[in-house]
């Protein structure tokens, strides 16, 4: 009678320390789960961010393509208008008018 008694405790001290081992775990387990969370979370947010900055710099870079280029066509048409004048005075300096 004994032998089953001491095994019953046995059984019970076995079972209440496999369910203490297992709360314990999901304790453990829980903080490390928010971690990735909030780690996750932090990506999405920097990812979100990264779109907006690129879609941000895509603006920027083609507002200053049109500006070169505007600069561009008009200093073409100034020096254009530049050496066309200069073509008349040599012209007259030597045509003598």
Do not use: W
């Amino acid at each position: 009678m004994t032998t089953n008694g001491e095994f019953f405790y046995v059984l019970n001290g076995l079972g209440l320390a496999a369910l203490s081992g297992l709360m314990a775990a999901l304790l453990v387990d829980k903080q490390p789960r928010q971690l990735r969370e909030r780690s996750g979370k932090s990506l999405d947010y920097l990812r979100h961010q990264t779109g907006k900055l690129r879609q941000t710099a895509g603006v920027i870079l083609q507002g200053g393509k049109k500006l070169i280029a505007c600069k561009l066509s008009d200093s073409v048409v100034h020096s254009t208008e530049a050496e066309k004048q200069a073509y008349q005075e040599d012209r007259r300096e030597n045509l003598g008018v």
